[in-house]
């Protein structure tokens, strides 16, 4: 079960990248869209900056390895959270 979501594409985690109070980044990479927390999605014009290029360029996995067949991207990016859309 996800209890979070990447700020720019909205793949679940079940761990916070941004730790438990959502203020201190883990500094790992999304394995979908490549966003370095807390580098890349430090404020909300760069998170959605990120998004745009992230598009831009076809939306292609960071990992492609591990996109699942089924992926739907349109249902992922609906999970990103409210404030960063």
């Known amino acids: 079960m996800a209890f979070w979501y990447c700020r720019v594409c909205g793949l679940d985690y079940d761990y916070s990248p941004w730790g438990p109070n959502e203020d201190e ?3 790992d990479t ?3 869209c490549g966003v370095q927390f807390g580098v890349d999605d430090y404020s909300v014009l760069s998170t959605q900056a990120y998004r ?3 598009l ?3 939306a292609k996995w960071f990992y492609p390895k ?3 067949t089924d992926w739907d991207l ?3 990016l609906a999970q990103v959270p409210a404030q960063y859309q």
């Open 74 to 76: 349109a249902a992922q």
């Open 25 to 27: 980044p883990s500094y």
């Open 52 to 54: 745009r290029t992230w």
């Open 66 to 68: 591990l996109q699942p």
């Open 30 to 32: 999304c394995e979908c």
């Open 56 to 58: 831009s360029k076809g």
